[in-house]
């Protein structure tokens, strides 16, 4: 009873460092919402605006029938028309243009004579993604036309053809993948922030000394100094997924209660990893850069843009301290593939593993880092 | 005059010791960029490579295992072979898989016969970019199949148009190559914050800025003597991440190294302005440090076309993109690795940096200004 009132008492001073100073209060709810907002319209990797340059020798109906798939494409933008060689370098050295449309002059004639119609696609490969998707689109374009066009002068069918279908999301809008992320990614930072500087701040004014020498216990101290961070988490993330159903539209699937399971486990061992960081720290400069140490390598490495599987295994290996690529399995899971709790405990205990570990351990330096 | 430079040499000197004695500084200068170019130039890839992809052969012959050959061949994939649908339809489920490929036990009589044999693919859409991909990868291998396969059954296809690809800059289409240059950039932009944005907070926080405001020393004074060292320790950062690049990841660059190195200078400048901005205008390290991290690697990281493509961005979101510098910084040094010195793209972007520094600059002394009344 004693116990359960001093970790209270702990963590409505905790509460009150963070909220009661009015720039840090707007830290901690304007940022998150900014950033879900603008992260959120922001992170795709969908073409959706592929600027192009026509570049047609034929005179050919054939040719212009091929081109008019290409301005028929919501995707593609016609950027004007060239005629003549010299002109592609600079279209494509000053990006104005992601692609050229290359028709050679004996297009309408091989067409109809049977021969292959030569079509050169130049795309600026500076980006290679967006390069390879948008010549994935072109290819389609002009597939669609060539079976037009056999359809039309009696060609064979092929022996073969594929049906593709994309299961989960149909569309393939890689928008969701990533703005789902965003639940993962905000919360690390905000209790990364919450509970990286708690510590440093009470070492830097000599309080934290007095802390040690009242009854708490370290168990104690590290409950009172990590509620915030978890409760903070929880409504932080909760106001997140809202907007991300209501306002973005993303289907949420799976068993909430799988997402909130994780979220509270992803919570624990991103605090605990807060609260070492700042359990090892001296000064809250420090206590900062430890935070963004790790938080930096944690985002980028966490499969939240790139996928993990394209690493090398070194890395991959790495990852597997990263509770955030655990979680943002989960959430992408939960929201998009309907999973529930039986897909998801190979990423739930890895997690709490983390967690455990890294909360014992600033219990410990609790107590040894007296300085 | 004489005064003057004695007094900004007396501050360098300060802020060089202080760096020096809290090692930190020159950890996040020289160790952080290696440490973490290291681990993302190796890390950040979008080349799927050896995708699990699971093919369902119904029923195995001739033409079943050429293409099994096809997939496994090919170096994008690492083809599962799997008797029915329903377990690779588990397997997709459980991510073991990223995509199937259905063969069903009618495909080799549909092929030989004068039908079209179906066959469906299923890709994994949750990471859709990555979906797209396989299923472009799919169609490459494919093609090339069914085009041997049908001269050999006698079916021989016909391909009206043949496309021809010519990728420019980046023939091999190897994504480390734009992404370590934007990953210098962001890297850069942490580091130009990280330095400096705690440096003005630090000494309002322990008071000793008031001492330093009855002394002689002018405003301009301290900024600068804040600048130049935190400068100096930055480029060295920089220059080590360029020579990584080129000699570890081999990013071939085609730029001169001129440009670089002034490009480099201003968005270090930049970086340093921002940093020292968030450090004049926050009260506290706290405050500071929090601001910091919001607005620099997120920012960086989302916003600068460093792996998403700011042309697809909705308009609101692409006009907010220019008051990311490591946009601009990101944009030059794409095109001066990959294509080299392209002015247009150098000038304007350059301009861009330029005019941020400035406004920078110009929030700075007058914030700094008003404290002192």
Known sequence: MLMLRRIISLMIKEFRTLLTDKQSRMVLVVPPVVQLLVFGYAASFDLNHINYAVYNEDRGVESRQLLAGFSGSPVFVNYGTITHDSQIKPLLDTGKVLLILHVGEDFSESLHLGRPAPLQILIDGRNSNTALLALNYAQNIVLAFDGRWNRRHGGRPAPAVLIQRAWFNATLNSHWFIIVGIVALLNLVVTLEVTALSVAREREAGTFDQLLVT????????????????????????????????????????????????????????????????????????????????MVPAVILSGFATPIENMPPLVQWITYLNPMRYFLVIVRSVFLQGASFDLLWSQYWPMLLIGITTLSMAALLFRKRMY | MNNNAMRLRGLIRKESLQIIRDPSSIGIAFFLPVLLLLLFGYGVSLDARDVAIALVVEQPGPET?????????????????MLSIQEAEQAMMERRVDGIVWLRSDFAKEMRSGHSAQVSVIVNGVDANKARLVEGYVNGVWMQWLARTSEVIGRPLHIPVKVEQRIWYNPAVRSRNYLVPGLIAVIMTLIGAMLTSMVVAREWERGTMEALLVTPVRVKEILLGKIIPYFILGMGGMLLSVAMAIFLFHVPLHGSLLALTAASALFMLTAIAMGLLISTAAGSQFVAGQIAIVITFLPAFLLSGFVFDIGSMPVVIQWLTHLVPARYFVAILQTLFLAGDIWPIFLVNSAWLVLMALIFFRIIRKKSNKRLR
């Open chain 1, 215 to 294: 009854p708490m216990t370290p168990f104690e101290i590290l409950v009172g100094k990590s509620l915030p961070g978890i409760i903070i988490g929880l409504l932080e993330a909760s106001f997140i997924i809202t907007l991300i159903v209501l306002w973005f539209h993303v289907p949420l699937r799976g068993n909430i209660f799988a997402l909130y399971l994780g979220l509270l486990i992803f919570l624990l061992s991103a605090i605990g990893i807060g609260l070492m960081i700042s359990s090892l720290a001296v000064t809250q400069q420090q206590g900062l850069m430890g935070a963004f140490l790790f």
């Open chain 2, 65 to 81: 295992s050429s293409l099994i050959s096809g997939f496994s061949q090919s170096g994008y994939f690492a083809p599962q072979v």
